[in-house]
């Protein structure tokens, strides 16, 4: 009978663990869910069908008068006379389930803003008036893909420079490890500060600049991981044999060294999430008008009495901080080497 393979059985192991397993599945549906926001959450109708023509209003835009307006500015498709001609008359259109995008702000409400919950607003608005739903969809979107990112980029720096210091230790180990207390007692919220001052806002500047401080906690991990591997048996006989630094590296310790790598990412990918939660918070993050849960968060703190804001965006980051907790305990169970006979 084939034997099954190590990678096998910590899938198993993770399988058998039903909360961490059915935390990935619900996290990665979100995720999947909230790529196609645009068709789930959006202003303009997925496709109109008028006076015998098609328009596709969710890729382009179309003047007033293209739909019987008086004007060549485009389309508002929530004006309740633009809505009323595109939907008799024998013309129809397909709208999104919730008929708002992130900047939208309904000129036609009955409630002032911020508004509770209602029929037109599932979870109500903002003190802008924007819809509290379409903000969540696209700053969950945004907080998970920023998250990813940076995870990515902080195990490619963190594998790299661990790996370099654990396998050639000595002078190399030295200077890395001197740098490394350098640069992790340079002050991180205060460059973001002064940065913020210099250029403008952007979610490209907020990665490049998290992504300076992030890698050093998982460097670390590597590099003991590597500082043990290299003294293995096998890694002996591949230099006796001249197998060179960069193969022995990639092809035979580093398979070995990812135990740590692999169990950190959920935890890793939150601290990124709350980052990016706490600089929008405090007004450092993302651009003002981009949708973010932290942004959402400093309107409830302002709006005590708009209490849905507050309720529906916390909810939303802790199942979201939750998944991520519940898949990395399952993941650190699975690869745990004491549950290897399980």
Not at 109 to 126: I, M, R, V, Y
Not at 207 to 214: H, I, Y
Not at 273 to 290: E, K, Q
Request: net charge neutral; with cysteine.
């Amino acid at each position: 009978m084939r034997s099954e393979s190590p990678g096998a059985r910590a899938w198993r192991r993770f399988k058998a663990n039903r909360l961490g397993f059915w935390s990935l599945v619900i996290f990665c549906g979100l995720v999947a869910v909230s790529l196609f926001a645009e068709v789930l959450s959006n202003d303009r109708p997925l496709l109109v069908r008028y006076q015998g023509a098609f328009y596709v209003p969710l890729v382009h835009d179309y003047p007033e008068k293209t739909f019987g307006g008086d004007f060549e500015t485009p389309t508002d498709y929530l004006d309740p006379l633009i809505k009323d001609r595109i939907t008799h008359g024998g013309n129809w259109a397909i709208y999104a389930p919730n008929p708002y995008g992130p900047s939208t702000l309904n000129y036609f409400a009955e409630l002032p803003n911020p508004a509770p919950p209602s029929k037109e607003n599932f979870l109500g608005t903002d003190e802008r008036g924007r819809d509290l739903l379409a903000q969540l969809i696209y700053g969950f979107r945004l907080d998970v893909l920023f998250g990813l990112a940076l995870t990515a980029i902080g195990v490619v720096i963190g594998v790299a420079t661990g790996a370099v210091q654990g396998y050639f230790g000595g002078r190399t180990d030295l200077a890395f490890q001197r740098f490394i207390e350098i640069w992790g007692s340079m002050p991180e919220l205060y460059l973001l500060i002064i940065f913020s001052a210099i250029f403008a806002p952007s979610v490209g500047l907020l990665l490049v600049l998290l992504s300076l401080f992030g890698w050093m906690g998982l460097s670390d991990y590597v590099r003991a991981e590597f500082l043990r591997n290299r003294q293995m048996d096998y890694v002996r006989g591949a230099r006796s044999l001249g197998v060179r630094n960069g193969r022995i590296i990639w092809r035979h310790i580093l398979p070995n060294s990812m135990t740590p790598v692999v169990t950190f990412l959920p935890f890793r990918m939150s601290a990124a999430i709350l980052a990016l939660t706490s600089l929008d918070f405090l007004g450092l993050g993302v651009p003002p008008g981009t949708p973010s849960i932290g942004e959402l968060l400093s309107q409830g703190k302002a709006n005590l009495d708009a209490w849905w804001i507050s309720v529906s965006t916390f909810a939303a980051l802790v199942l979201t901080l939750l998944l991520l907790t519940f898949m990395g305990d399952a993941l650190r169970d699975a690869l745990d080497p004491r549950k290897a006979d399980q």
